[in-house]
């Protein structure tokens, strides 16, 4: 069966040029043009992605994101916006989006982001077990959970695979390609900082010092080292 697809976008030629070219390439697409719309059709329907405007009309991208993960729907999204800051990058990473692109955007990256979107679902996690601990941060690996300092840290799904991947390559240098490639399942060649945000995301809820990492350390120019 096709892909169904939910494009929750409000400018008009975008959503016909998005609509013929997703369909064009086998998607089974239906649209929404307000966030109250789209976050309707999202919790009651049965799709296989949805991709999400960040500035909707009455009620923004982030707040339909929101509540569809308070209400535990966990259709994958992918957010589309115009905003360059990297502080709303994180925020829609926070709140459960598994990737962003930012506009204007190609739409061969675009569907290089779906496939890879919808390759992590059907494939699921891979099976881990054990517990890994580092300064005050207990990560159950077979429960997917997170504590620091006895608390709970709510992860984003690619947050948790991001952050276990770094744990079972302990010590490595990663590039920011090999993050992409093997946590996004992106293609090696595709430039996009979506590692940092998510890298950025994590340091702000697992380093003490969010300036000054001690555990998820940048290598200048080369990418990443985990030394929790």
């Given at each position: 069966?096709?892909?169904?697809?939910?494009?929750?976008?409000?400018e008009?030629?975008?959503?016909?040029?998005?609509?013929?070219?997703l369909?064009?390439?086998?998607y089974?697409?239906?649209?929404?043009?307000?966030?109250?719309?789209?976050?309707?059709?999202?919790?009651?329907?049965?799709?296989?992605?949805i991709?999400?405007?960040?500035?909707?009309?009455?009620r923004s991208?982030?707040?339909?994101?929101?509540?569809?993960?308070?209400?535990?729907v966990?259709?994958?999204v992918?957010?589309?916006?115009?905003?360059?800051?990297?502080?709303?990058?994180?925020l829609?990473l926070?709140?459960?989006?598994?990737?962003?692109?930012?506009?204007?955007?190609?739409?061969m990256e675009?569907?290089?982001r779906?496939?890879a979107?919808?390759r992590?679902?059907?494939?699921?996690?891979?099976?881990?077990?054990?517990?890994y601990?580092?300064?005050?941060?207990?990560?159950d690996?077979?429960?997917?959970e997170?504590?620091r300092?006895?608390?709970?840290?709510?992860?984003?799904?690619?947050?948790?695979?991001?952050?276990?991947?770094?744990?079972?390559?302990?010590?490595?240098l990663?590039?920011?390609r090999?993050?992409?490639e093997?946590v996004?399942?992106?293609?090696?060649a595709?430039?996009?900082r979506t590692?940092?945000?998510?890298?950025?995301?994590?340091r702000?809820?697992?380093?003490?010092?969010?300036?000054?990492?001690?555990?998820?350390?940048?290598?200048?120019r080369?990418?990443y080292?985990?030394?929790g």
């Open positions: 069966m096709s892909p169904r697809v939910l494009l929750v976008e409000d008009p030629g975008l959503v016909l040029t998005l609509t013929d070219r369909r064009a390439e086998g089974d697409v239906d649209s929404a043009e307000t966030g109250e719309a789209g976050f309707r059709m999202a919790r009651d329907g049965s799709f296989d992605l991709l999400l405007d960040v500035a909707l009309p009455g991208g982030f707040d339909v994101l929101r509540d569809l993960r308070q209400q535990r966990d259709t994958p992918l957010m589309l916006t115009a905003r360059g800051q990297v502080v709303d990058r994180v829609g926070k709140l459960g989006a598994d990737d962003y692109l930012p506009k204007p955007f190609d739409a675009l569907l290089a779906m496939e979107v919808l992590r679902r059907r494939s699921g996690a891979p099976a881990a077990a054990g517990i601990s580092f300064a005050d941060v207990r990560v690996l077979r429960r997917a997170v504590r300092a006895g608390e709970t840290v709510e992860l984003s799904s690619l947050e948790f695979k991001l952050l276990r991947y770094f744990i079972e390559h302990r010590g490595e990663l590039s920011r090999d993050l992409l093997h996004w399942g992106y293609p090696a595709l430039q996009t590692v940092d945000v998510h890298v950025a995301s994590l702000q809820k697992l380093e003490p010092h969010q300036a000054k990492p001690e555990h998820i350390v940048t290598v200048h080369m990418g080292r985990f030394v």
